[in-house]
């Protein structure tokens, strides 16, 4: 515990009482976390395995275990359990799933699989698709509120509410029927489960005898019951959140989770970080004067020993490719007189849209960058077929994933021998893949249509044979001999417009195969454990971007993300981008309680800034195909004028002159600064 300050000792010395620390960003409280895992391990003998720790995302879980790991130097942290919720929750459903009803091998649908299944439901069931408009939001939240459909239709007032929670009732059938879950039935499932079963969840809280969550603000119900769940009577926990930092309302988070935990636990110790060990003086007194505008649930003051900095930068630009110009061109100009290196420097922005001319702008001056958060691998239709394979291949009940890839490549099954198969299935009560191995369906089908249907059956048969059989490198085997026997890199050649859209399908494909290869050599160095195709497919549908380039992220590049994606993260040098009015605040928070949470959102992307932060906002930019005139955000005028340094003014729009002036001056900074070293 060498260097924590009082308070964070406190914290860390707690054990025999659940404590909440509560404190504003940068205070050192993810820090707490790691250090009281290694706490508990050392000086009281905790098993590391008895450890539960949930993160907000999979990258800062490999974070904190690293430096868990690092702490304890030759102590064991093997079998440490740090996860998000999400994947918490995956692993109390990987071993409950009997209990809850499903088959071992049971698949996870993420959000777009989850709009296809609703989507075919409305069509099947003649719904008009106006009148759900919006209900894949309902159902989340249903289930974020551990609602049954039953009681969503309980509460239905009118034909329209009722006509959604009763597609929320098709929706949860349809889910069982593919023996699969979605992304809030992982946490959902678990809290019902533990509701149902005493048993189980005197098991699990067994199990887990220290609990420790990071980022609590953004909990959502369903999650603050299983953390209430696990915890039982015994109370060992201890939670880190700073209500000023809550940015998941519109996801169902409930900052008041803060304010419950003292109603349920009311030995509960409440414990206050002050000092700031991030940001210069500049920096967090922006940060604290801009938050100071929201109301508080608790107090808090921030101060940091850290100096007073430099002053914040705003810097106006003429538009939008002038603002990403404009950044690039002051990284290059920073890196050089500070030799700074690229991971140094983050580039943040309200929504994912912002990075396109930012990217490009680095591309074209070859600074290699990273983005995290952003358009999902997964997305990609390429990356979806060869998931879509492989899950149906580990969960042959997975109709979905049967519905995708019958066809792709191309097998000529056409529609109406489809709904006959599915007609016959459903009769029987049994998925595609198992109709495709029925003797029934010679009855029904023409005997073309039958030899297709039939050797497709068998093929998947005999690819679920396999896959069952191979464990470790023979999955890596398995899965590059899939794809090639499907000749699936032909497909795309044939159904992909460009040459080069064509070769970079077929780099993802390659990249999805690198990086089983990745877990499975990983699984086998760290744990020693030989990878089933079944956890390798679970484990990568619930990752995102952000885990898959976190070998990149070693590497040396600038970081690109969402303000949503910064949080927990901190960089030396920091450019806040958009700050404009209707971006950020973004258009649809313009008002009382969005705003506060717009306002939060410029909280959390300031504090990330170590030494400096940089602002920047377009007088005009293209939207919809047309110009529109931007004004700075209402934020840049909540911070103290003081600290600022505008650099052009607001609602001026910067000459061609200007411009050329102010590049010309870039050069000529660059070339006396080269000309000197
Ligand atoms: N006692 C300390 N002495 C020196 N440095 C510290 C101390 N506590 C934390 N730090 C450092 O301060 C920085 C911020 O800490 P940390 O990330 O834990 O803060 P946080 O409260 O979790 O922030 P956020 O709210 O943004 O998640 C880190 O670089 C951390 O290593
Ligand atoms: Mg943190």
Redesign the pocket.
């Known amino acids: 515990m060498h260097?924590?300050?009082e308070r964070?000792r406190q914290a860390v010395l707690h054990v025999d009482t659940p404590t909440l620390v509560l404190?504003?960003?940068?205070?050192?409280?993810?820090?707490v976390i790691t250090e009281k895992i290694a706490y508990l391990i050392r000086k009281h003998d905790y098993k590391p395995h008895t450890i539960y720790a949930v993160t907000f995302t999979n990258k800062s879980a490999k974070e904190m275990k690293e430096r868990v790991t690092k702490l304890l130097k030759d102590d064991n942290a093997k079998g440490l359990n740090v996860s998000t919720f999400h994947n918490l929750g995956l692993n109390i459903i990987r071993r409950e799933y009997a209990a809850l009803g499903y088959k071992a091998n049971f698949s996870i649908m993420d959000a777009t699989d989850a709009a296809q299944i609703i989507k075919e439901l409305m069509h099947k069931q003649n719904v008009d698709p106006e009148i759900v408009d919006g209900v894949q939001w309902d159902i989340s939240n249903w289930k974020n509120a551990y609602l049954s459909p039953q009681q969503a239709l309980e509460m239905a007032q009118d034909e329209m509410q009722q006509a959604r929670a009763l597609l929320f009732q098709a929706y949860e059938k349809q889910l069982k029927a593919y023996n699969a879950v979605d992304f809030d039935d992982l946490i959902g499932l678990p809290v019902r489960l533990f509701k149902e079963q005493p048993r189980i969840l005197d098991k699990w809280q067994n199990r887990v005898r220290y609990l420790l969550v990071d980022?609590y603000q953004d909990t959502n119900a369903a999650q603050y019951e299983l953390v209430k769940q696990l915890v039982g009577v015994q109370a060992r926990f201890t939670v880190v959140g700073?209500d000023d930092?809550s940015i998941y309302a519109w996801r169902g988070a409930q900052p008041e989770n803060l304010a419950m935990l003292k109603q349920d636990f009311p030995a509960l110790e409440l414990i206050k970080l002050e000092q700031n060990?991030?940001s210069s003086n500049r920096i967090l007194q922006s940060a604290n004067h801009l938050i100071a505008n929201n109301p508080h649930v608790f107090e808090k003051s921030l101060w940091s020993d850290m100096g007073m900095g430099d002053h914040l930068r705003v810097i106006a630009c003429a538009n939008e490719n002038q603002e990403a110009e404009r950044v690039v061109s002051e990284i290059i100009l920073h890196k050089f007189k500070h030799r700074g290196k690229n991971r140094d420097y983050a580039i943040l922005y309200r929504g994912n849209h912002q990075a396109r001319l930012i990217e490009r702008a680095l591309r074209e001056n070859n600074l290699p960058y990273v983005i995290s958060g952003g358009k999902s691998f997964f997305d990609h239709a390429e990356i979806k077929d060869v998931m879509s394979y492989l899950k149906l291949i580990v969960n042959p009940d997975d109709d979905a994933a049967f519905l995708r890839v019958v066809n792709t490549p191309r097998r000529e099954i056409g529609a109406s021998t489809l709904e006959k198969l599915a007609t016959y299935a459903t009769h029987r009560g049994i998925s595609l893949f198992d109709a495709t191995q029925e003797f029934g369906i010679t009855n029904i089908l023409s005997d073309k249509a039958l030899r297709r249907v039939q050797l497709f059956g068998e093929n998947l048969l005999k690819w679920a044979q396999q896959a069952e059989a191979a464990q470790g490198e023979e999955v890596t085997h398995f899965v590059r001999g899939l794809i090639e026997e499907i000749d699936y890199d032909n497909w795309l050649h044939e159904t992909t417009n460009s040459p080069k859209a064509t070769e970079r399908r077929i780099n993802n494909v390659r990249d999805l195969t690198l990086w089983i290869e990745r877990i499975i050599n990983k699984a086998q160095q760290e744990d020693g454990e030989e990878k089933k195709l079944a956890s390798i497919v679970a484990h990568m549908t619930l990752m995102d971007m952000m885990e898959r380039n976190e070998s990149d992220q070693e590497h040396d590049m600038i970081s690109l993300m969402t303000l949503h994606a910064s949080?927990?993260l901190?960089f030396p040098f920091v450019f806040l981008i958009g700050m404009e009015e209707e971006l950020l605040p973004h258009k649809q928070n313009l008002e009382s309680p969005g705003l506060e949470e717009e306002r939060r959102l410029a909280y959390v992307g300031i504090?990330r800034a170590k030494h400096t932060l940089t602002m920047t906002y377009a007088s005009k930019r293209r939207k919809y195909g047309e110009d529109m005139i931007c004004e700075p955000s209402r934020f840049l005028y909540e911070l103290p004028e003081e600290l600022l340094h505008w650099e052009g003014k607001p609602g001026v729009v910067v000459s061609q002159e200007e411009k050329l002036k102010h590049g010309n001056e870039n050069l000529a900074n660059l070339r006396s600064m080269l000309s000197g070293s």
Not at 23 to 31: F, I, L, V, Y
Request: glycine share 22%; proline share 0%; net charge positive.
């Open positions: 260097g924590l300050n964070q404190a504003g960003a940068g205070s050192g409280k993810t820090r980022e700073d930092q060990y991030r949080k927990g901190e504090t």
